[in-house]
């Protein structure tokens, strides 16, 4: 059961363009939402979360969309650069109980940026 | 200041042995958390440790899957027998009280069973 779904494994996008990385969600009970960015050989590295409270979370090129009658969410990266070349991995929280940390992950989408 | 670390970086064993991934948390942090890495897939939740204790087991996906933390600080997983769908790369990482959801996370154990 994938409560957190990435239906692109993959994007390709020019440099300078804007990136638009899409994450599908079914747990009504997910509380925060959060996008990792992992390199190869390397562990994830925290990108940008936003609490279910709100509906967007802005800090510098990244912005995140959360539309919570949809259970979707959003990753906008403007201006793109090809650093920004990596897999992106949407992670949710669910609210309280013995789970209180515990993410889960989609299956993550590879970015590619041209220059 | 340090990141997490994991050890061994990679590790080959043979099918039925058994093995243990060490990790090292950033110091400070009390909560721990390991998820694995198959091919193609997310990542998958294993366990979560809230400074010694592990209220949350759920993800060890069978009794040959162990793990503990001592000190409040170093976990090991230990698996044993290992099967050849073992195979992935072993994430830990940990966070700090506050914001327990906003997890750092170590370069990973490659682990392939052959």
């Known amino acids: 059961d994938q409560q957190v779904k990435q239906n692109s494994p993959s994007l390709s996008v020019q440099e300078g363009r804007i990136s638009i990385l899409n994450c599908d969600y079914t747990?009504?009970?997910?509380?925060?939402f959060l996008w990792y960015k992992k390199y190869p050989a390397e562990g994830p590295t925290f990108l940008i979360s936003?609490?279910?409270?709100?509906d967007k979370n802005e800090d510098g090129r990244f912005t995140v969309f959360l539309n919570k009658s949809a259970k979707h969410l959003s990753l906008h990266i403007v201006p793109s650069q090809p650093g920004d070349s990596a897999v992106y991995f949407c992670?949710?929280?669910?609210?309280?109980?013995?789970?209180?940390?515990?993410?889960?992950f989609g299956q993550g989408t590879i970015l590619t940026v041209h220059p | 200041g340090a990141g997490v670390s994991q050890s061994p970086s990679n590790k080959v064993t043979e099918k039925g042995k058994d093995v243990e991934l060490r990790c090292d948390p950033i110091?400070?942090?009390?909560?721990l958390y390991w998820y694995r890495q198959s091919l193609g897939q997310g990542l998958e939740f294993l366990i979560y440790?809230?400074?010694?204790?592990?209220?949350?087991k759920s993800g060890l996906p069978s009794d040959r899957f162990s793990a503990e933390r001592t000190g409040g600080s170093v976990s090991t997983l230990t698996i044993q027998r290992t099967q050849q769908e073992d195979s992935a790369v072993y994430l830990c990482?940990?966070?700090?009280?506050?914001?327990?959801?906003?997890?750092?996370f170590g370069p990973g154990t490659r682990l392939t069973v052959t």
């Open positions: 990482a940990s966070s700090p009280a506050r914001r327990a959801y906003e997890q750092y």
């Open positions: 747990n009504s009970m997910f509380d925060y």
């Open positions: 936003i609490s279910s409270i709100k």
């Open positions: 992670a949710a929280k669910n609210a309280g109980g013995t789970s209180y940390g515990k993410l889960t």
């Open positions: 110091s400070g942090h009390t909560a």
């Open positions: 440790f809230q400074g010694n204790s592990a209220p949350d």
